[in-house]
């Protein structure tokens, strides 16, 4: 059995810091945790962590694309490995590939492809991010929000479509963004208890009452909190407001300085409390891949100055990586404690998605690491205990 320790590093676990400890991972998973450093001992290799601080591997659950690849253009798998492989290289060890709205055709096939690249579990790509399902955004969306998916493909709730994907991705298929006040949403609110996936509720223009409906029926948070919804205003709150306040919705944020202000992210943080807010990067293929002209589920997007954009000017998925925007949370929020960045780039998905070995440092839990210097740079990163930076 091969083992591995990390020593010497500080570890952020659920139970609190362990200032100078050591990590041993034998067979993709954490063996135990101990205060102290390791003793060499044969068979086992040492890494050094000194000054470095270990925190569980990012968890994305909402991401498109990054390193020039898409999603939604994933017509060969290695588009799938090159999105995966680009995100671990900045701390994402697991992720929900992300679909866009398009004709029945072309999700068909996108599910299909990823599909097999989540069946393969860590086999697909192991020097990449961990493909932890399929994250399914509209087409089941309002035409009032369509944000940037393309809105001539923007429909209502289709029994006989959305059986058909059921039976592509083959239970894959663990989360799904839709506007519930749309014909149909009721329905689809209940084929997606049925079969098991997690609703989030996202480009939608629900009121209040709408919203708390949706609660009711099942589904567990927002989409993009603020963005494709009905802005906050004091005599119609709309969904917004009870996706602040309602403890039965978390709430996804884009940390990225461009999709939301900071002090609506400080809003969101001390409404719903740090455990109910999950970091995603809605990330398009410009991330981790440099300024130029790209794809997104089939529109041009252009990007630059740190954003990406459609040619009126809105918001088309972000370049962000998960370790930006945890620099940027800590930034803006100096108050925010390093468990507190664990819960909102990894605990509070795990715990969002059910996905109890992942989301953070403990015995037993899968071996995906991320090990941090005191400016937040990314040092080292472990998918299933195998160094890939
Ligand atoms: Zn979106």
Known sequence: MPMLTITNSQIVTPQGIIEEGTLTIADGRILSIEAGRSHNSPGIDVLDGKGLTALPGFLDLHIHGGGGSDTMDAFASDALKNILRTHANFGTTGLLLTTMTQSQEL????????????????????EGAQALGIHLEGPYISPKRPGAQPAEYVRDYDEDEFGRWLEIVS??????????????????????????????????????????????????????????????????PGATAIFLTDNRAMVEIIADG????????????????????????????????????????????????????????????????????????????????????ALLTSGNAARHMGWENKGRIAPGADADIVLLDNNLNLQQVYIAGQRIR
Not at 287 to 296: E, F, K, N, P, R
Request: include cysteine.
């Open 107 to 126: 999700i068909s096939h996108a599910l299909a492809v990823a599909t097999q690249a989540v069946k393969q579990g860590k086999e697909f790509c192991p």
């Open 171 to 236: 239970g894959t298929m663990k989360r799904i963004t839709i506007a519930p006040e749309r014909p149909g949403g009721t329905e689809l609110l209940a084929a997606c208890r049925n079969a098991g996936i997690v609703v989030s509720l996202g480009h939608t223009d629900a009121t209040s009452a709408e919203a708390l409906d949706a609660l009711a029926k099942g589904a567990t948070s927002a989409t993009h909190l603020y963005n494709a919804m009905p802005p906050l205003h004091h005599r119609t």
């Open 258 to 341: 461009h999709h939301v202000a900071p002090e609506m992210i400080d809003l969101a943080l001390r409404s719903k409390g740090v455990e109910g807010v999950i970091l995603i990067t809605d990330a398009m293929a410009g991330a981790g891949s440099g300024d130029g002209q790209y794809d997104l589920g089939g529109n041009a997007v252009t990007v630059g100055d740190g954003k990406a954009v459609l040619a009126d000017g809105t918001l088309a998925g972000s370049i962000l990586t998960m370790v930006q925007a945890l620099r940027n949370v800590r930034a803006w929020f100096p108050r925010l404690s390093w468990n507190d960045l």
